[in-house]
Structures are given as C-alpha cells and as structure tokens.
C-alpha cells in the first residue's frame, strides 16, 4: 500500500478521463482559463521512491531520481498512442540527486548524499551509444558540514545560455566544493559582520552554519574550474536564466522567524556577480537596506522554494509564455512573475498560476516537444506523480487578460550594460581600474554603486586607499570606506576620521543608513572608537531618534546600544512602549537587553513588563522562545540589588499564562455592514481620505483591529495574508471594505482552504503548509500562523476545497465609524 493512499484517493477521485492521451487524467488543478492539468504518472513510492528533481533528455525522455535511491527515466506516450509511460530503472550506482540536467555530452547529477562517491557534481554517460548509462565520473566532491543528505544542501545544475558552463546551486548547509573554489567573483572577505551579539535560533537550527551561506557557482562541462558568483543565500533550490542572460532565483525564509525583526520573506533574487545577499543565521540576518547586501527583486512571502524556469520555449499566450514560473512545495503552489528592468536590475509582481491540495511540488520542466510545462511532486518520502500543464488553446474563449509591458526604458538598458562593464571587473587585474571604477561608486542606482565597489574591492588596496583622504562627496566616502574597511586591517583612525566629516543630520534617510552601516563595519574589522568618537556619534543618533521611520530607527537603535551612549535607555524604551508592530517592539528590546548600566528601577520595571505582553505578540513559532532568550540576557546583567527589587516582576513573569483571547478587548461598536459605512457604491478613494481626521490613528486602527497578525503593509506587519500594499490602487473603496466585512464572499485562490475529515469524524479546516512524516501539517488559524494541525496520513478520509475563509469576520466591529475611515485613509496613502 502507498505511504500516502489517503492523498491518492484524494487525487483520484478529482481526476477524469481525457481523449487526447489515453493513459493520462485530468486533474483538477486551479488554472488560469485555457490551461489543463493532467497527471502522466503515479510513482510507486514503496519501489520507486519520492521523487525530487526532473531533467529531460535528447529523445523528450523524463529523467528523475529518488531523494534517497536510484534515478529512473521515463518515456512519455505519444499523442492518442494507448500506451502507458515506459518506465526503467537506470542501472547505475547513483541516485539521491537534488539536481539533474541533461546535455549532449552527458546526464550531470547533483548528488546530495551518500550515493556513489558522496556529494557532489557527476557527469554519467553513454559510451558504447546504446542508450543505456554505462559509466560515471566524479567531477567535483562538494564536502558537506555535516551528515551527507542533510537538508539545504547540494541542488540544481543549470545550464549557461551558451551551453558551455554550469553554473551550481547549494543552499546553506552544502558545504564548499573540494579544495575551495578556484576563482571568485565575490571577493573573498566575507565575514558574519554582527555589531552586537547575535542570538542563535533558540532550536539551534545552523547555529553553526556561518558565511558564505548559501551559494551559486559557475564551472565548465568538464567540473575543472570552479568560479563562486554569488552568496549570502538560505536556501536556494534552482534558478534559471532570461533572454538578456540574467540569472533568477527563489531563496526560501525561515517561517519559524515570522514576526521577528530578522524575518526575511520567501524572495525572487537577481544573481549578479560578486553578490551578497546577507543571509546569516539566527538574529544575525543583514536588512535588506545594508550597503553592502543587495535586495530582492520581489518579495513573495511565506513558502518553501523549490524548482523554477522561464516559459520561453512553452507554446503558452503572453503572458505566461515570457513568464518567471516558480514553485512553493509547502503550500502546493506554482506562480508567475513578470520581471521588467527596472534600474541596474529588475522589478516586477507575481501572480498565482496553479494550485492543487496537496500538490508538494519539487521540480518543474518545459518539455522542448510538446511545449507544456512538467512537474514532479515528493519529497520527505510523501507522494510522488508526475503532472503535465498544456495550453488548450481551442477550450479557452474567454477574453485575454491585458498585461503590463516587459519593455524595460532606454536608461534601464544603459545601466545594465555599466552593470555588467563594471562586473567584467569583478576579478584580479593587470591593469589599474580605479578611475574607471570611482566615479560609480556615487551613483543613483543602488546595484550600480555594490558593482562599483566590488570591482573597487577586487583592485589592490594600495591603487586606491589614499584616494579617499581626498573625497568629498558623501556617497562615494561611505562606499569607499566600506570597500576598506572590508578589504584592509588596522586602518580604524584614519577610516573613522574620514567618516567624522559626514553629519547624520546632513544626510537624507538612505544615506544616514548608509553610513551608519559603513561606521559598523569599521567598529567590527578594525576595533572600537576613542571615547570621545564614540561620544560624538552616539549624540549625534540621539539627537535624531526616533525618527519614526522603522529602518533608520532601528539602526539608531543598535547604534547606541553599542556605543552605550548616556541617555539612550529613555528614549528606546518609550519607543518600545509605543511601538506598535511586534517586530520593532521585538528589536528595541533586543538592542536594550545589552545596556547593564545607566537602568533606573522604574526604567528596569517598566522593560521587564514587556516581556508579559511579549507572548502575545503575532509572529513565528519561536517568538516566545526568542523573547525568553532577550529576558535571560538581560537578567544576567541586573546586579544583586536590582535583582532584589525585581524579583516580584520577574516571578510573576514565570507564572504560566491563561489562553490568551481570541478577540480584542474592546467592546463591541456595532456588526457593520458594508451599505452602512458606505451607502455609495461608488464612493472614491479621495473622499474616503478626506473623511480621515487622525492620519496616525489610521495605522493605530490596523493594530487594533488585528490586520497586522496576517497583512503586510511596506515592510510591517505579518505574512500569511495577502500584502495590502497598494491595496487601494488594485481595489475601490466599496470592494476593500467588502472583502474585511465579508471574507467568505470572495476568497483568492492562492489563500483557498482545504476541508480535511478524519476517518473519526474530525473536520479540519485550513491551509496545507508541509508535508512529511507520514501526514501533512496545516495551519488552522492565521492570527497564530506558527500553530500547526498535524494530520496522519492514514487518518485522512476525504479533502475538499473549503468555502469558509481563515480571515475570521467581525474584525472591524470594536472600531467606531470614523476608525475604520481612518484606517481606510491611513491605507490609501500606503
């Protein structure tokens, strides 16, 4: 019997019969109009496995391989033939791939454990042309940390768009290819760069997984040279190249972070050389907004990546066809994303494409016959099939749907062509570069400037340093003092007396960033400032906290904690205690927990509380335990009589809690309806901001309301809902208004749930979130996303779409008539 007989059950019975291809099913997947699922093969898990990567050979053949056994191929049936998949077994001692790609002189696998010789890049080949696989070549171990076949390890192979080199995908945990890397494109300086201690993730998950992270090399077809691109990744799984020959990837996040200040979406990335993409572990993980990281195109949100590919050589109608397909395996769902040039780099906003329950989707292909996408399920032992998607161009009648232009401007063009005149730089040169270099690194666009100083990085110090002594321009001083700073020792003085010309009131907001950051990185590779420096600075951030603007007060924040700056202790907490997204509330205790001196006992009481108001906070499944770690570290700084003073708080703080309500505390206003707030219909935006009377109250009310436990707003807020960003652009005010009051009326697909009943009767009703172990895990209650319903696999009788949404109704009840057009105003403006 299958290991998961209750899915296929599922699956079966939403599946029919399609003429076209006899030994094929539909299968009811959500699609856009036109498309059709169908499922080409049901693998046997108990013979063959779960299956976890796909490749497609020179005769339209399915290559895959267990994630712990054998690789298999399978001959896909011709049109109207009869005939089932031919499926064989390929008799080789290899397997365990996470990254298949065939090419024409050979199959390369991607081995990620302990099959054939261990870890790492093979070539398998045919040498006597008889269409069996007769040998296999190691080209490159890739020596793990730890225990071969671990998670986050040894992924993707994909092909350059020349089709002579490979460039390879490893997350976080695989490890550096044997004897290092031959060549880099990153120089090689990277360091945790943490100005305060971090805290380790309270499982002690990577607690020891330090930088690079995750990476993505390049190396020829015969594995001999190996050349590292980029780093700074959790845990890419693949990537693919565009037209322009630019590379894409979707990195995962760490759900159990969700609410933390750390916290870092499910993203798309542009991989560009000598990228660094800040991924360190625990609270150590850079913003996006440091200078010398770089962001993500699209933030995407909460999920668990796995395969992606271009729609280019699919047979699908614009959009699709130009389309970045990417997949999530822990929701079941694969989306679209169109990717314009936007800068140096890209900009773009995803869609849903397809969506099954449980669709735990590992890989995907475009067949280059018949032009339909392929995609494996499995993974962690659960169920694999094999499903195609096709475009039946004669079923979809309905009107096409008007996309925006993938045409980038002329400038966007201008500057990727400096971008990548810069990043011909990215290596060790003969001849000096530095005036082709320098006046880059001032630039407007924000990649242009990291290219710059990477390229300025890779040039020997000596060609440069003394050349900053002389800069004026405040951009290029910060950059320059990071490429030093970075690149250089013992230089603290003369870099901190440089950046001393610089006044943090002088600057607009991404510039105070900017050098705060440069004076960080300065502090960490060359030593502490004078007294006297740091007193300066630390009134100098003083003065300007808080700004009420989340990043720069954040970094203020860490700023003074590390100075110690007399007078900091006031201000934070008071922000602390008016903050209202968890995740500031969560840093600025996090940043105070490192001040043992300068308390008063009513500032220590006032801190301590938080800590009981901590727990109630929206976020991860670690949230507590984080902020039982903040408490501890701050406890061990409280000295005997503090101690004493305390004690009552602290243990009235270990007290267990009772259940926290499901519902607000203020008392019920009225069950509002929509034709009550707005009998207009037609009612616009403009009116609806000039009804706003507390433009601050607005963005109180989205707290109070609880929109923040599952919407994002900006960089605020939660991810398990859908990001109400610019909300009011894609929305009038009637059909916004609607959706909060009356959440079951219209549901998105990729936020549809699933309805589970048990054999003993059990209804439970949520989202799909992970498979394994011998069930699924679903989340049953959005306000608390880190709570998970786990369900065995041969308890489950019946799965169903559910016509309930997890948005619980009546959320806008406690607010009066003038809040909620308040919070309406406060969203217009976002």
């Not at 008889?130 to 296999?136: A, M």
């Not at 490979?166 to 945790?192: H, I």
């Not at 067949?367 to 195609?388: A, E, F, K």
């Not at 997890?806 to 976002?830: R, V, Y």
């Amino acid at each position: 019997m299958n290991r998961l007989l209750p899915f296929l059950l599922f699956v079966a019975g939403n599946l029919t019969s399609w003429p076209t291809f006899a030994q094929t099913r539909r299968a009811d997947f959500t699609l856009p109009p036109g498309f059709v699922a169908e499922e080409i093969y049901e693998v046997p898990n108990s013979e063959q496995g779960s299956w976890i990567c796909l490749t497609v050979d020179d005769r339209g053949r399915l290559i895959a391989s267990d994630q712990k056994g054998a690789l298999y191929r399978l001959a896909l049936p011709e049109s109207g033939s009869g005939d089932s998949p031919s499926i064989e077994k390929i008799d080789l001692d290899i397997g365990m791939a996470m990254g298949l790609l065939y090419l024409p002189d050979g199959l390369y696998v991607m081995v990620n454990g302990k099959s054939a010789q261990g870890p790492g890049l093979y070539r398998v080949r045919d040498t006597d042309q008889d269409d069996e696989f007769d040998s296999i070549e190691l080209l490159r171990g890739i020596d793990p940390p730890g225990n071969p076949g671990a998670g986050h390890g040894n992924h993707a192979i994909v092909p350059s768009p020349d089709g002579k080199s490979l460039y390879v995908v490893c997350g976080n945990m695989a490890g550096k290819p044997a004897g290092g890397f031959d060549s880099s494109r990153v120089p090689q300086t990277w360091d945790e760069d943490q100005l305060l201690p971090r805290m380790s993730d309270s499982r002690g998950h990577a607690a020891n997984t330090m930088a690079p992270g995750g990476w993505i090399a390049k190396t020829d077809l015969d594995g001999k040279h190996w050349e590292l691109i980029c780093i700074g990744f959790r845990n890419v799984y693949d990537a693919a190249f565009n037209r322009e020959g630019d590379l894409f990837t979707y990195d995962a996040d760490m759900e159990f972070d969700l609410g933390t200040p750390w916290y870092r979406p499910t993203r798309i990335c542009h991989v560009t050389s000598g990228g660094e993409f800040g991924w360190r572990n625990g609270s150590g993980k850079w913003p996006a907004y440091y200078p010398d990281s770089l962001p993500s195109v699209i933030d995407i949100g909460l999920g668990s990546p796995t395969g992606v590919t271009f729609g280019y050589d699919t047979n699908f109608p614009a959009p699709y066809r130009d389309a970045f397909f990417f997949c999530d395996w822990s929701y079941g769902r694969i989306y679209t994303a169109n990717l314009v040039r936007s800068g140096a780099t890209y900009s773009g906003n995803h869609q849903l494409f397809a969506s099954f329950a449980p669709l735990p989707v590992v890989d995907i292909v475009v067949h280059p016959l018949d032009h339909s996408l392929y995609l494996v399920t499995g993974g962690r032992g659960v169920q694999s099939h094999i499903y195609r998607i096709r475009y039946d161009a004669d079923s979809n009648n309905q009107r096409k749907t008007s996309v925006a232009s993938t045409e980038s401007a002329p400038s966007a063009d201008r500057l990727h062509s400096l971008r990548r005149s810069l990043e011909e730089l990215h290596q060790p040169l003969e001849i000096n570069q530095v005036d082709q270099i320098w006046p880059h690194l001032k630039h407007q666009d924000r990649n242009l400037r990291f290219a710059a100083r990477v390229a300025l990085e890779h040039q020997p110090a000596a060609h440069w340093q003394d050349r900053l002594s002389a800069e004026t321009n405040p951009q290029t001083i910060v950059e320059a003092t990071i490429a030093l700073a970075r690149c250089t020792e013992n230089r603290g003085q003369p870099l901190l007396r440089k950046l001393e010309q610089l006044k943090l009131e002088d600057l607009d907001r991404r510039l105070q960033l900017d050098l705060l950051r440069a004076y960080a990185l300065v502090f960490i590779r060359h030593g502490n400032p004078t007294a006297m420096q740091a007193s300066q600075l630390g009134r100098q951030c003083l003065a300007l906290f808080p700004t009420h603007h989340s990043p720069l007060d954040r970094e203020l924040c860490r700023m003074l904690a590390f100075l110690r700056t007399e007078g900091s202790i006031e201000p934070m907490l008071k922000a602390l205690e008016m903050a209202d997204a968890a995740d500031d509330q969560m840093h600025i205790a996090l940043m105070l927990r490192g001040f043992d001196q300068g308390w008063s006992l009513d500032q220590r009481r006032r801190y301590f509380r938080w800590f009981g108001r901590a727990n109630e906070l929206a976020g991860g499944r670690t949230n507590g335990e984080f902020a039982r770690q903040i408490r501890k570290e701050a406890e061990a700084g409280l000295n005997a009589e503090e101690q004493a003073e305390l004690e009552p708080l602290l243990n009235k703080l270990n007290e267990p809690k009772p259940q926290a309500a499901t519902t607000p505390s203020r008392p019920l206003v009225k069950q509002w309806t929509v034709s009550e707030l707005l009998p207009d219909r037609d009612s616009s935006w403009p009116t609806i901001r000039a009804a706003m009377r507390e433009p601050n109250q607005g963005e109180h009310m989205f707290a109070v309301a609880m929109c923040n436990r599952c919407h994002q707003v900006g960089k605020q807020g939660g991810r398990v809902g859908p990001n109400l960003s610019g909300a009011t652009r894609r929305f009038s005010p009637y059909d916004l208004l609607e959706a909060i009051l009356e959440p079951n009326k219209t549901i998105p697909h990729e936020f549809q749930a699933v309805k589970i009943v048990t054999d003993d009767g059990k209804v439970v009703v949520g989202q799909v979130v992970n498979y394994g172990g011998g069930g699924m895990s679903v989340r049953t209650n959005q306000m608390e996303p880190w709570k998970l319903t786990k369900i065995e696999e041969d308890k489950i009788e019946q799965i169903s779409p559910s016509t309930t949404s997890l948005m619980p109704a009546g959320l806008l009840d406690t607010l009066s008539k003038q809040e909620i057009f308040d919070l309406l105003g406060w969203l217009a403006e976002q």
